[in-house]
Nanobody
């Protein structure tokens, strides 16, 4: 069982930056891949990035084009999502999710259905 909590959502102007945090706790948190997704009304959750439990490599969706950076602080089972050059179309609820994986070399899935544990979400609004 893993408990996931996101924070850091806010309203920002286009071109601005924001950093979201996700803390994971529980018996298997330290051996779980942690991922970021986002969702807008009427759409499916969109994969953004994920980091395996060894924190060595981040995996990204092709659509991000380098604006977002995903990193993990293993000592605290925390994953961050640094978002730069924000656009109005980045407005969404951002979710953190956890999935137990046996090996840190496994590529974290991009499919939201593969993740067992989810946070409550944090709202990011980008507007002038």
């Amino acid at each position: 069982q893993v408990h996931v909590v996101e924070s850091g959502g806010d309203s920002v102007q286009p071109g601005g930056s924001l950093r979201l945090s996700c803390g994971a706790s529980g018996r298997t948190a330290s051996s779980s891949a942690l991922a970021w997704f986002r969702q807008t009304p009427g759409k499916e959750r969109e994969f953004l990035c994920a980091v395996q439990w060894n924190g060595i490599k981040a995996y990204y969706a092709d659509s991000l084009k380098g604006r977002f950076t995903c990193s993990r602080l293993n000592a605290r089972n925390t994953v961050y999502l640094q978002m730069n050059s924000l656009k109005p179309e980045d407005t969404a609820v951002y979710y953190c999710a956890a999935k137990w994986t046996q090996w840190p070399t496994e590529t974290p899935p991009h499919d939201a259905n593969a993740y067992s544990y989810w946070g409550q979400g944090t709202q990011v609004t980008v507007s002038a």
